[in-house]
Structures are given as structure tokens and as C-alpha cells.
């Protein structure tokens, strides 16, 4: 059966410094994989998706980065943080339009 | 493009009282539907989902859900409501082109 990993479970980061989340998916090949972050008390946002080995697509401008090194691993990256950043962040892998699988989710405090 | 309207975004209820939580969606295509649910600090869970067939839709914990092509609707519903339900719960559309586009989300909070 397929499953997603994603960690770490919390984070809590300076400002200013950089930021590295992994995402892995078993089970199942070639997945097209998501990053989402929901603010506080706010819903979810898609951040970036990928439907390939290296091709990353954003849907917004921000200070985070994604990069894809293998086929089931997705990395989200800050080169350096901002309180904005702050969130709780869910990888997600969807092989179908039958739905997506997401994992269990990184809560990131920047201070 | 595709949107969705979760017109509510906190439902108080007591316990082993009904809930219904609205969905609304926009989109020119056909479309496909889900709703999440999301405990504190954890991942989103599929509850269930609509993708052809029978428009009333079982899915886990006892909710069903109820696909309305005419009112553009996929309201949530659960005859008698626990503890353990409380929670967050997005509805989400999908249609080929496109990514899953959720609703701002509803938080459930069951009273005793």
C-alpha cells in the first residue's frame, strides 16, 4: 500500500536561517506531489506541485522553494526564513484524480 | 476556474444532535468532490468522495454527503454527531486541468 512520510512533526527556527522539508512516498511510482501550507485559522494553500523528477510549478511568489531530486521525494526549501513563514505545512501525493493522500504534517514556528 | 464556498466557518453543536456542514462549488467542467477532515496538529483524512454513480455518497465515521449538480452543492451531513468529531473539514473539487482547489474549511466543535 502506499504511504507518505513528512518531517520533522515541528520545527521551531530563527529568523534568518534556512529551512529544509522532506517529503517521501512509497508505494507507488512517478505520484505527482504537492506542498500546501495552512496559516492559523486560515485553509490550505497550495504552495508548489510537481508532476515530474525536477519540474516544480509555483503557484505563488514567495520565499520558499521546491526541488524534486527523486521521484518520490519532494523537498520544500528556505535559504532564509521569515516570521511570515510561519504555518503548518502538508505534503500531499496524488497518483489518480481519485483523490490525494496527505502526510501527517510539519508545524513550523519561525521566532 | 473552479472555486469552493464553505459558507460556515464554525458549527457549534451537541453531541447526538445532527450536523450539516455546506459546500459550494463553481466550475465550468465536470467535476469531482471530496471532503477532508483535519484533527489538531494532524494531516488531512479523505472522509469521501463523489466521482460518478449514485449522487448520495457514504463515507467514513458515519458521514454521508450528497452531490447537487442543479444547486452546485456537496453538503455534509451526519445523522448524530460525537465527541470525537471534532475537527476541521474542507470540501474539495476537482476536474482534469486543474488541481485540487479546497474551501476555506468549517470547524466542527461537538459540545457535550
Known amino acids: 500500500s502506499q504511504t507518505i512520510h513528512q518531517w520533522p512533526a515541528t520545527l521551531v527556527q530563527p529568523v534568518g536561517s534556512p529551512l529544509s522539508l522532506e517529503c517521501t512516498v512509497e508505494?507507488?511510482?512517478?505520484?505527482?506531489l504537492y506542498w500546501y501550507r495552512q496559516a492559523a485559522g486560515r485553509g490550505l494553500q497550495l504552495l508548489f506541485y510537481?508532476?515530474?523528477?525536477?519540474?516544480i510549478s509555483s503557484e505563488v511568489p514567495q520565499n520558499l522553494s521546491a526541488s524534486r531530486p527523486q521521484d518520490r521525494q519532494f523537498i520544500l526549501s528556505s535559504k532564509k526564513l521569515l516570521l511570515s513563514d510561519s504555518g503548518f505545512y502538508l505534503c500531499?501525493?496524488?497518483?489518480?484524480?481519485?483523490?490525494?493522500?496527505f502526510g501527517s504534517g510539519t508545524r513550523l514556528t519561525v521566532v | 476556474a473552479q472555486s469552493v464556498t464553505q459558507l460556515d466557518s464554525q458549527v457549534p453543536v451537541f453531541e447526538e444532535a445532527p450536523v450539516e456542514l455546506r459546500c459550494n462549488y463553481s466550475?465550468?467542467?465536470?467535476?469531482?468532490l471530496f471532503w477532508y477532515v483535519q484533527y489538531p496538529n494532524q494531516g488531512l483524512q479523505l472522509l469521501l468522495k463523489?466521482?460518478?454513480?449514485?449522487?448520495l455518497v457514504k463515507g467514513i465515521n458515519g458521514f454521508e454527503a450528497e452531490f447537487n449538480k442543479s444547486q452546485t452543492s456537496f453538503h455534509l451531513r451526519k445523522p448524530s454527531v460525537h465527541i470525537s468529531d471534532t475537527a476541521e473539514y474542507f470540501c474539495?473539487?476537482?476536474?482534469?486541468?486543474?488541481?485540487?482547489?479546497f474551501g476555506p474549511g468549517t470547524r466542527l466543535s461537538v459540545l457535550p
Open positions: 508505494g507507488t511510482s512517478n505520484p505527482n
Open positions: 474539495a473539487v476537482f476536474s482534469y486541468g486543474q488541481n485540487f482547489v
Open positions: 510537481s508532476v515530474g523528477i525536477g519540474q
Open positions: 500531499a501525493w496524488s497518483g489518480t484524480l481519485r483523490s490525494y493522500t
Open positions: 463523489y466521482l460518478s454513480g449514485s449522487t
Open positions: 466550475s465550468s467542467v465536470s467535476v469531482y
